[in-house]
């Protein structure tokens, strides 16, 4: 049993053939998600999506669920193409997803009912899978009583007890502290080393590199705008897996040099050319931008990415916004999955407040596309003003809506602290700082 | 933890309780059991149009009676309130095309004054039971139930289309059928906001109720067994006292219901709060605890529980709570194309027939009149919302900001708020009588009487949900008492102001139809305004009037609306949340 799974080629149970999906815009026009998967998921194997957000990852694992339909392309579970839920699967949430009114039995036995399982039978398997999760004397506990990790626990069972031949997991630890999800990981992986584990693969989705290494057989790199696969890592290491391993090292190594690097085949301008459709600004805040630097800085100007992640403790969605967003503004240049302070970096530092915001802002309005923009559209206006559902319209060429409300949040984060421009809530309008000497109109 | 704290209470401990609680609990389940049969077979006595008395006795003794008949009518209504909440908003909710149609639907019935559809409605109820009281009785009933449904309705379409998608996908990855997924799933998740939206509902069912047992319809008299009669014809008869002795029964009636039906159960919805954590301030009800320690629930849950199983495998032809994902485009787009132009030629056949009627009978003049009647009653709402915000906003904030006033004084609000208005119109009208004041006046005071304590009760709960740490920095500040009230409490309470101020408005139009007209002792005073010609149009049975008044009417409430008050609500949403 246990040498087929590391081999991996058992039977064929999903397999997603050029799947793509667009959602409707807000212009109009379509917004890819997913471009060309091409993916098989076999018995005996554990396969982790792993990407950065708005990588589509999250949308493929629902595609492969049945949750939501592919606008072209197929998912077939053993064969026949999916026209609804997948009945060959069972998912466990991020957030759980318990019902809060009914008992931890009653939540494992939702599933059974549905199957039209009988009272005592179903009372039997739920019990059984209860025991093997780990929560006996909780049967009749609510999931408000219980911790975070407990909760997990449950939606583990809630999922087993249907012996469903593909566990889905969509971000299973990521909503539980450190220890506690750590503690589930084991002894999951325990679980799916022993017999009596009753699924016959998983495919969890991720956003933490060192998690992917540490569980799955094949880790797919999933890359963004739209999402499509990057790379296929397989693990070849024995279980269970020894983080301090140098083997393990180089491969969390490779998969952040991976996430972070540019894609030899795919074109991105440089920012200083770019438009702000063709280079979004990543979602980062100019507190956590300034902190990033600061350390790199404190720590001698150069660090190891996955070291500073695990110091921190930060998940990956956390930090390369922040790595991107100082790479863009050329605070900090990203070589594989090494981190170095550039000169401009370290004047924007070290100088006092004052100084450190007018680097900030000569950087922001250069090499940020979306605040240069802003700032010519300032400049070009009659009175140093602007609507700034003006600059929304235009982005929502590119953007979903909600993204395009983020694009324009960060812009406006960024354009305030540079003392660039002003937004005011109640009136909609951006209006160019005098300072800045952007516009030189009626506006003193 | 909890499982460690719960623990005694299932020891030998409580047992000797247990047994007087089952018995309390048995012995108030027979009682109940006895007073609907009872109740339900005087509904159905013999009964004619034409020598239908006009009024009830006012035997002080029969009360209890009456008290029971209007309890029986309130209850009827909300059991049906529910079940067409439960199909109307599952079908706007789940059926793509339907939405479209229901929902702006809702919105109008919402704002169609309940008393007009009384009007509308209570001719065709008589004549589908004839020879029976039953006739009168559904018009009674389905009154309440106007009052009662649409909110719910809404709280309950809300809940469906905000269910968390992790639910939602965790269901339909699960297979559950359309039925399971309805019981375990829909219901549960839209429990709370179901529960005190019916409480809020039945509280102003009281009102409607009262008004809709004593009516002059069609040149008409008729009087149903019930308190709201008893009331009418102490007034009609000059009895103060008799008045004055039903208002006490009725303040019992709401205070009672609110003990043994209402917190119980809004303190039992607590189980169905989607938060995984505990809500700070839990509804308690010692009914609840006292049908907790008993072990006849949980037998009868027994009982019912065996049949879950069974029940679920009838329903299961309904099919699987699941929607395909492939659709045939083509075949779509003209399913939504005949479906849309069948409802077009529905509204336009409507509007045409409508336009006809009212050119037959009463002629497009009688618009004119009706608009500017509406502007007159109008004014006075106007009137009526400023004056309770200047009066109520200070009491309200005070009340609010004090933990212990504001444990005393809400349920004694909220029995306020539920509390009929109607009752105590006799009252105040002895009063106009008295000192001869015009109801052109007086009419605002008695509107005011029920929908200014919706403006106080909100206004407390916003003052009481000001974070304490906003406060402990005004204080820290030094905030004169000006800065205070424009800084701090003003916005905090704004969204909650809005709601209190949408409810009070809507109420005061309702109750202009029972308020601008007016009778005590064989005196009749009548004020102008709109509701005062619904009003008169219902009593003589002018069909083409009733429908102007009400049409107009509906037009004044959806068009302030939306032009105001939704404006207003939007603002706070976007400015004041302290979210």
């Known amino acids: 049993m246990t040498t087929t799974r590391t081999l991996g080629a058992g039977e064929l149970l999903v397999g997603v053939e050029n799947v793509s999906k667009s959602f409707p815009g807000a212009a109009g026009d379509e917004l890819r998600v997913l471009d060309d998967i091409n993916l098989e998921l076999r018995a005996g194997e554990i396969v982790a999506l792993l990407g950065r957000s708005g990588s589509g990852k999250s949308t493929l694992l629902r595609t492969i669920a049945g949750l939501i339909a592919p606008t072209s392309g197929t998912v077939r579970y053993r064969g026949t193409v999916l026209n609804g839920a997948n009945p060959g699967t069972a998912m466990v949430f991020q957030s759980f997803a318990l019902m809060p009114w009914l008992t931890v039995q009653d939540n494992v036995e939702l599933g059974l009912a549905a199957r039209g399982v009988p009272p005592t039978q179903r009372r039997d398997q739920a019990l059984a899978a209860i025991d093997l999760i780990g929560l006996d004397g909780f049967e009749s506990a609510y999931p408000k009583e219980l911790s975070g990790g407990m909760r997990q626990r449950v939606g583990f ?45 998983i495919c969890i989705v991720t956003h933490n590199i060192e998690e992917a290494v540490l569980l799955a057989d094949r880790v797919v790199v999933l890359g963004a705008n739209p999402g499509h696969i990057r ?61 990033l630097v600061e350390i790199i800085y404190a720590r001698g100007g150069r660090v190891d990415l996955p070291d500073i992640a695990a110091d921190l403790n930060f998940e990956i969605d956390d930090l390369l916004p922040l790595v991107d967003a100082a790479a863009m503004l050329d605070l900090l240049l990203v070589t594989g999955a090494d981190l170095t302070l550039t000169p401009t970096g370290k004047a924007f530092t070290t100088a006092n407040i004052q100084t450190s915001k007018q680097i900030f802002a000569e950087q922001a309005r250069h090499r940020a596309p979306l605040v240069r923009t802003i700032c010519r559209a300032l400049a070009a206006s009659a009175d140093g003003n602007l609507r700034a559902g003006f600059f929304l319209d235009l982005l929502r060429r590119g953007f979903s809506t909600d993204d395009a409300q983020q694009q324009l949040d960060t812009a406006i984060d960024w354009g305030r602290y540079a003392e660039l421009f002003d937004y005011d809530t109640d009136t909609d309008q951006i209006t160019a700082d005098p300072g800045a000497g952007l516009h030189h109109g009626k506006v003193a | 933890m909890t499982m460690l704290r719960t623990f005694p209470t299932r020891g030998a401990l409580a047992r000797p309780a247990r047994g007087a609680a089952d018995v309390v609990v048995f ?179 009281w009102f409607f109720l009262t008004a809709s047992e004593a009516l002059s319809v069609n040149n008409h008299q008729y009087a149903l067994p019930g308190i709201g009669a008893y009331v009418a014809t102490a007034t009609a008869d000059g009895e103060l006292s008799k008045v004055l002795l039903a208002i006490g029964v009725m303040i019992v009636m709401v205070v009672g219901v609110n003990v043994l039906f209402w917190r119980p159960l809004t303190a039992w919805a607590e189980r169905f709060r989607i938060e995984y954590s505990e809500s700070a301030e839990a509804p308690r009800s010692l009914t609840l605890n006292l049908l907790r320690r008993s072990r006849i629930p949980a037998a009868l849950g027994t009982v019912f529980g065996r049949l879950v199983f069974p029940v679920d495998r009838a329903m299961a032809p309904f099919g699987l709570a699941e ?70 906003v200070p009491v309200g904030v005070w009340i609010g900001l004090n933990p212990r006033v504001s444990r005393l004084a809400q349920p004694v609000v909220q029995v306020l708020a539920s509390f009929p208005a109607n009752f105590l119109f006799p009252l105040i009208t002895a009063v106009l009588l008295a000192t001869g004041i015009s109801l052109n006046w007086g009419g605002i005071l008695l509107m005011s009487l029920g929908a200014q304590w919706y403006i106080l009760f909100n206004v407390i709960a916003g003052a009481s949900a000001i974070p304490n740490d906003l406060r402990e920095a005004a204080a820290n500040l030094r905030l004169p008492r000006a800065l205070w009230w424009r800084r701090l409490v003003l916005p905090a309470i704004f969204s909650s102001y809005v709601t209190g101020g949408i409810t009070a408005a809507g109420g005061a139009w309702n109750a202009s139809i029972v308020a601008e007209i007016v009778s005590y002792h064989g005196v009749t005073l009548t004020a102008t305004g709109l509701g005062a010609y619904i009003s008169q149009a219902t009593s003589t049975g002018n069909a083409g009037h009733i429908l102007i008044g009400v049409a107009v009417m509906s037009l004044y409430v959806v068009g302030l609306n939306r032009l105001f008050w939704r404006r207003l609500y939007a603002l706070a949403e976007r400015r004041y949340s302290l979210t």
């Open chain 1, 157 to 201: 069972a809630r999922a087993l007890v249907l012996e469903p031949d593909l566990l889905l997991m969509d971000e299973p630890f990521s909503a539980l502290d450190v220890l506690t999800a750590e503690n589930l990981r084991t002894e999951l992986m325990s679980l799916w080393a022993g017999e009596r584990f009753p699924t016959k693969a």
């Open chain 1, 231 to 291: 790379a296929e890592v397989p693990v070849a290491l024995a279980r269970p897996r020894d983080r301090h391993a140098p083997t393990f090292a180089t491969l969390v190594d490779q998969l952040y040099d991976i996430l972070t690097g540019r894609e030899p085949d795919l074109q991105v301008p440089e920012p200083t050319e770019a438009t702000p459709t063709a280079r979004p600004l990543p979602p980062a805040s100019v507190g956590g931008l300034a902190g």
């Open chain 2, 27 to 205: 012995l108030g389940a027979a009682a109940l059991l006895w007073l609907v049969v009872r109740l339900a077979h005087g509904a159905a006595v013999p009964w004619n149009p034409a020598t239908a008395p006009a009024s009830i006795s006012t035997d002080p003794a029969l009360l209890p009676y009456y008290a029971a008949r209007s309890l029986l009518r309130m209850f009827v209504a909300l059991v049906l309130s529910v079940l067409f909440t439960f199909v109307y908003a599952t079908a706007a909710a789940r059926l793509r095309r339907t939405e479209k149609v229901l929902l702006p639907m809702l919105d109008i019935l919402q704002s169609v004054p309940i008393l007009g559809f009384l009007s509308v409605t209570i001719t065709g109820f008589i004549a589908l039971f004839p020879g029976s009281e039953l006739g009168l009785e559904c018009a009674s009933i389905f009154a309440i139930f106007t009052s009662q449904a649409w909110n719910m309705t809404f709280a309950f379409y809300q809940s469906l289309i905000s269910q968390p998608r992790d639910l939602d996908e965790a269901s339909r990855l699960m297979r559950l059928s359309r039925w399971q997924r309805f019981w375990r799933v829909d219901v549960p998740g839209g429990m709370i906001p179901l529960v005190w939206n019916g409480m809020m509902s039945f509280g102003g069912g």
């Open chain 2, 323 to 392: 929607h395909p994902l492939r659709t045939d485009p083509v075949r779509r787009r003209a399913g939504d194309v005949v479906f849309s132009v069948a409802i077009l030629l529905l509204i336009a056949y409507g509007l045409v027939r409508m336009v006809g009627f009212i050119e037959e009978t009463a002629g497009f003049g009688e618009v004119g009149h009706a608009l500017f009647l509406g502007l007159v009653t109008f004014a006075r709402v106007v009137v009526l919302v400023a004056v309770a915000t200047v009066v109520w």
